[in-house]
């Protein structure tokens, strides 16, 4: 398990800490509605407040994604109890999953949970995702599977759900959805859109009725380290600046 980085202790250093983690989150909430991933009200998007251990940022419950902004985001701790002042409230029930994650991950800045109709797709097959494209394979050796409880109401499903995560920054909730954590929200998300994009692809490719082509075990062995390399990471550092500019020209206001 990763230890938490140090963080400034200044109030003021910590407070803007925070605001810029929520900013964060907001902006990851307003570019899932951009990508076409989010289900209605449903689903979450949760990051951890920065020099905490137990203290997490999370939706107001009954906002559409594209409606959030930093201000509105809420403050909870790790069983869903709201924390400070809020005119809103969280969805309590909806954190099981990741207060899972953050309780057993440190190293997990921002948890992704999505019900996207390839995500689904793809958690209903046997075989899970395939290494049959080179952004799934980028994926592949660092995915773990869940198997499906029953809507996630019950905390004593963290346990289970926290031993097949393991170290993996990716899981296939099976019969359910997808699910991603990285360091910061930018990683989070970058994780999650190579995800949903080798879902889709595979939902496209196996409806085509053809015969499929698969890359040598050479190759995909090759290309599936790379994900303990931290190529995403880097790569998040770059795409989420221009991922910022094209909110700002599509969907602004996700800052206040």
């Known amino acids: 398990m990763a230890e938490l980085k140090s963080v400034p202790k200044d109030a003021a250093d910590q407070a803007a800490l925070e605001w810029q983690t929520r900013v964060d989150l907001a902006a990851a909430y307003r570019l899932v509605e951009l990508f076409g991933w989010s289900d209605l009200i449903a689903t979450h998007i949760s990051a951890r407040v920065p020099g905490t251990t137990d203290e997490f940022l999370i939706n107001p419950f009954g906002m559409m994604f594209d409606e959030i902004t930093a201000s509105r985001l809420i403050k909870i701790d790790l069983d869903g109890n709201q924390l400070g002042e809020s005119p809103y409230s969280a969805n309590k029930a909806g954190f099981t999953i990741h207060s899972a994650v953050h309780q057993a991950r440190h190293d997990a800045g921002c948890v992704i ?30 995915l773990s599977y869940h198997d499906y409880e029953g809507p996630a109401l019950h905390l004593e499903e963290r346990e289970r759900l926290q031993k097949d995560l393991g170290n993996t920054h990716q899981m296939i909730l099976r019969n359910h959805g997808t699910l991603t954590l990285g360091g910061t929200v930018a990683e989070a998300f970058i994780r999650m859109h190579m995800l949903e994009r ?28 790379m994900c303990h390399t931290g190529m995403l990471g880097r790569f998040g550092s770059l795409a989420w600046p221009a991922l910022l500019r094209k909110l700002d020209r599509e969907l602004p206001g996700y800052d206040q």
Do not use: K, W
């Not at 999505?114 to 494209?133: K, Y």
């Not at 409806?207 to 499929?212: A, N, V």
């Open 113 to 142: 949970h999505l019900h996207t109709t390839s995500g689904m797709a793809v958690s209903a097959l046997e075989e899970g995702l395939l290494p049959l494209f080179q952004t799934a394979m980028f994926l592949t050796g660092d």
């Open 198 to 225: 080798a879902c889709a692809a595979q939902v496209c490719a196996l409806g085509m009725g053809r015969p499929i082509h698969r890359a040598c075990d050479e190759a995909r062995i090759t290309t599936e380290q």
